[in-house]
């Protein structure tokens, strides 16, 4: 944290004022808390509050409970999928085929929806026997067809601008699935758990999770402090985080707590494990 950080509210008396040294803050740490900013510039709980929602108004922070976010930062599932596809390429394409190294031939996978789980899908050309069953409208076309067992798609409500379905995870007749992996992109990594930005999506998510025998999350960096509106999941119920460079020291330090593992999978190519 930068000196000119810590002084921010040395002389921001006017409301107009310290609501642009607070939409700075917010910028520059990734999120800011009601009482933090009460404390830096000597003003009410209430007062910030009526400070955030002016600048939530104005769509330049996304308030959270306790605090805000600025826009940029805030998890979302609405972002086009032509545009999330092309974002983060490279990195996206690391963490599939580190996270394919994982998963054993004849395994049952449950897979989300998202372009990082796309990416894992399209990597999976050396395993084979594979049974998946997925919400994401996209894996059928780029799973290679020689890793495929059988493949099915969970049905629901059609999401066309995430391309998923959302709905039950399981099928009419049969009821309940079980699968070896659930293999869960999400919205956002804090060092309380996993998040997304649709309730809807969260329950498929969390239920996926229920009904794998481990979990493995697939979440580049920039998803790292992101809060969105629904938890999916606490780290202790994640087996594995496969991300492409490693995440800020809180987050490290609450996996290793949670004994969720970390797995790097950097520019080079060669994984590292912690």
Not at 77 to 97: C, E, W, Y
Not at 139 to 149: D, E, Q, R
Request: hydrophobic content about 45%; proline content about 4%; charged content about 20%.
């Amino acid at each position: 944290m930068t000196e000119d950080v810590e002084k921010a509210g040395s002389d921001a008396t006017l409301p107009a004022r310290r609501r642009a040294d607070i939409l700075r803050l917010a910028q520059q740490l990734g999120q800011i808390t009601v009482t933090d900013m009460s404390a830096r510039f000597d003003v009410s709980l209430d007062t910030i509050r009526r400070d955030l929602d002016i600048l939530a108004e104005q769509g330049l922070v996304s308030r959270i409970h306790g605090g805000a976010l600025p826009s940029s930062s805030m998890a979302t599932a609405d972002t086009p999928f032509d545009l999330r596809m092309k974002s983060h390429h490279a990195a996206k394409t690391r963490i599939g085929q580190a996270a394919a190294e994982l998963i054993a031939d004849g395994e049952t996978l449950l897979v989300n929806g998202g372009t990082t789980t796309l990416a894992f899908a399209a990597a999976l050309e050396m395993r084979r026997r594979l049974t998946i069953v997925t919400n994401n409208l996209g894996l059928p076309p780029v799973v290679p067809p020689a890793a495929i067992l059988n493949l099915y798609l969970l049905g629901g409500e059609i999401r066309t601008g995430a391309q998923v379905t959302v709905g039950p995870v399981g099928f009419v007749g049969t009821g309940a699935i079980a699968a070896d992996t659930a293999v869960i992109g999400v919205g956002g990594v804090d060092a309380t758990g996993f998040w997304t930005s649709h309730l809807s999506e969260a329950t498929m998510m969390a239920a996926m999770i229920e009904a794998a025998r481990r979990t493995i999350v697939l979440a580049d960096s920039r998803k790292f402090g992101r809060h969105a509106f629904a938890k999916v999941a606490s780290l202790e119920r994640v087996f594995a985080l496969v991300t492409d460079t490693p995440p800020p020291s809180d987050i490290q330090a609450a996996l290793e707590a949670a004994g969720t593992l970390l797995i790097v999978a950097p520019d080079d190519g060669e994984a590292d494990a912690g």
